[in-house]
């Protein structure tokens, strides 16, 4: 189960750029819906392995994905906001990797503001660190569930797509499935989890 995590800071810390009343309804009742939708498919899922039925599981993976993705990013954008200061954010290594990665700090928040701008509805502009390019990118999130759990790190990874195994199984997918199974290296999948846990 997961939990809110308490606003790091007042309501009305934020003013004048993000209101009281704003971050009142934005924290209090979407975030805590998010957290607590979370939690309740969450429960389903156990409830579901329990009983050993999965009829519902599509249902389930898909609201899992929608909840938990909008409750890590309300999390994170939460966290990622501070009361107005005078912070020197010079002194941070993330701004020498960013002014790398994009050229410069103002290219950088020209392209994460022009980015911002045309997100469709319901979205997010986010900056991330992409571990496997050793890279900062800008990525427009519109649906956030597309993208499972955002912040999750993938360990085993199976490929769906018919490509991976239709010269060979045609459309037996199960069959496709069941001998995955045989050729899993859980050696570089534990390398994976251990290197994420430690
Ligand atoms: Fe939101």
């Not at 971050?23 to 392995?49: F, P, Q």
Request: charged residues 25%; neutral net charge; hydrophobic residues 40%.
């Amino acid at each position: 189960m997961i939990k809110m995590i308490p606003l790091p800071y007042t309501l009305k810390a934020l003013e004048p750029y993000y209101s009281k009343e704003t971050l009142d309804l934005h924290y209090n009742i979407l975030y805590k819906g998010y957290v607590e939708k979370t939690n309740n498919v969450l429960r389903k899922l156990e409830e579901a392995r329990r009983a050993n039925d999965y009829s519902n599981i599509k249902c389930l993976e898909k609201e899992l994905a929608f909840q938990g993705s909008g409750a890590i990013l309300h999390k994170l954008f939460f966290e990622n906001m501070s009361p107005p200061n005078n912070q020197n954010s010079l002194q941070f290594k993330i701004m020498q990797k960013i002014s790398e990665d994009f050229g410069s700090i103002n290219n950088f928040k020209r392209q994460f503001s022009e980015a911002a701008a045309v997100v469709e509805a319901s979205g997010w502009c986010i900056l991330a660190w992409v571990p496997e390019f050793e890279q900062l990118v800008i990525l427009q999130c519109e649906k956030h569930q597309d993208l499972t759990l955002w912040g999750c790190v993938p360990l085993l990874v199976f490929d769906m797509w018919e490509h991976s195994y239709y010269l060979q199984y045609q459309t037996r997918r199960p069959e496709y499935i069941s001998a995955f199974w045989n050729i899993i290296n859980w050696k570089e999948v534990n390398r994976r989890f251990l290197e994420i846990c430690n």
